[in-house]
């Protein structure tokens, strides 16, 4: 899988992340402060697969949060394994 995750503050993208670890987009959760203007942006991208037609599709999941508490929750929906 491949994450991405960008930070805004006051509507400026101030740091942006494009990664295939998860332990590097836990470190930058943690490590950004909390600030009531913040604003994430997270994209997961899965493998691609095939599927019954033969097209190649290229599953992704995405959305922005205002706060660190429903990041972490889309974070956990997106990279939970079956």
């Known amino acids: 899988m491949k ?7 006051d509507n400026k993208l101030i740091s ?5 670890k998860k ?9 950004s402060k909390k600030l009531e203007t913040q604003e ?9 697969f095939t599927d019954s ?3 190649k599709i290229s599953p992704s ?8 508490q429903d990041l972490l929750h889309a974070w956990q929906c ?4 079956q």
């Open 3 to 9: 994450y991405q995750l960008k930070i805004y503050k």
């Open 23 to 31: 332990r590097r987009i836990l470190y930058i959760f943690q490590a």
């Open 40 to 48: 994430y942006y997270l994209k997961v991208i899965y493998p691609p």
């Open 16 to 20: 942006t992340t494009n990664t295939n």
């Open 61 to 68: 999941n995405n959305g922005i949060y205002k706060n660190k």
């Open 78 to 81: 997106f990279t939970e394994t």
């Open 53 to 55: 037609s033969g097209k």
